[in-house]
């Protein structure tokens, strides 16, 4: 079946750092990518979406690209804040027989970022 | 906007016990889902309601699961006879669609089940 992969965290970096949380992806045909992001106490939002190959979703300075030929759909930022603390879930869509979606989530990333 | 709502947000409850959950959706939205978070894991689905329809149920969702969306509006998840794997985050997502493919689900905060 589909599932995704998404490195373990906790991650933890100083304001201003780059950050990469990678992730890898295992489907049958062509799925759309999720991240999400769950900050404490929050529901899971959307953070950003990649339909199809080389489709880059980007959103509040995150980045993640759609690459296809190795299954991967890593997160990137340039420079994080403390904000940017929470647990970041990588995504994919699954068709159901309805003809609806569902998701598949990774294990999530814990993200620390210090002042 | 009041976004997805879900009462209550904690639960304690002992293994053999039954307890019931609502999720209240975004208005406007036609599609339910619910999924359930074990510690250290991702969400994992459970089941989904088009409009008060039930359409998709997981594997995961055992004989003592059972979830209604009476009128197509709120929804309850009802586990009975409570073991201690049952301990999770419940989450209900919500979204509008009007036809196949995908449409943005929209998630609430949780309730997070503690079975003794």
């Known amino acids: 079946g589909n599932s995704v992969t998404q490195m373990e965290g906790p991650v933890t970096l100083s304001e201003e750092a780059f950050l990469t949380i990678n992730c890898t992806y295992t489907?049958?045909?062509?799925?759309?990518l999720f991240w999400y992001v769950q900050y404490p106490g929050e529901g899971l939002q959307l953070l950003l979406k990649?339909?199809?190959?080389?489709d880059k979703g980007s959103n509040k300075g995150f980045e993640a690209t759609y690459r296809k030929e190795t299954t991967s759909f890593h997160l990137e930022k340039g420079s994080v804040q403390v904000s940017d603390s929470a647990v970041y879930f990588c995504?994919?869509?699954?068709?159901?027989?309805?003809?609806?979606?569902?998701?598949?989530f990774g294990t999530g990333t814990r993200l620390k970022v210090l002042a | 906007d009041t976004g997805v709502s879900q009462d209550p947000r904690h639960k304690i409850t002992k293994r053999g016990q039954n307890v019931t959950f609502r999720c209240d959706p975004i208005s406007e939205h036609n599609r339910l889902y619910w999924y359930r978070q074990t510690l250290g894991q991702g969400p994992e689905f459970l089941t989904y309601?088009?409009?008060?329809?039930?359409?998709?149920k997981s594997r995961l969702l055992s004989d003592r699961f059972s979830a209604e969306r009476p009128k197509g509006s709120f929804s309850t998840l009802e586990i009975q006879r409570t073991e201690q794997g049952d301990s999770a985050m419940y989450l209900c997502a919500s979204s509008y669609g009007t036809s196949g493919g995908w449409d943005e689900q929209f998630f609430g905060p949780g309730t997070r089940l503690t079975v003794l």
């Open positions: 990649a339909t199809k190959a080389d």
């Open positions: 489907a049958t045909g062509y799925p759309s």
């Open positions: 995504a994919l869509s699954e068709m159901m027989t309805s003809g609806t979606y569902k998701y598949i």
């Open positions: 309601f088009q409009n008060e329809a039930q359409l998709e």
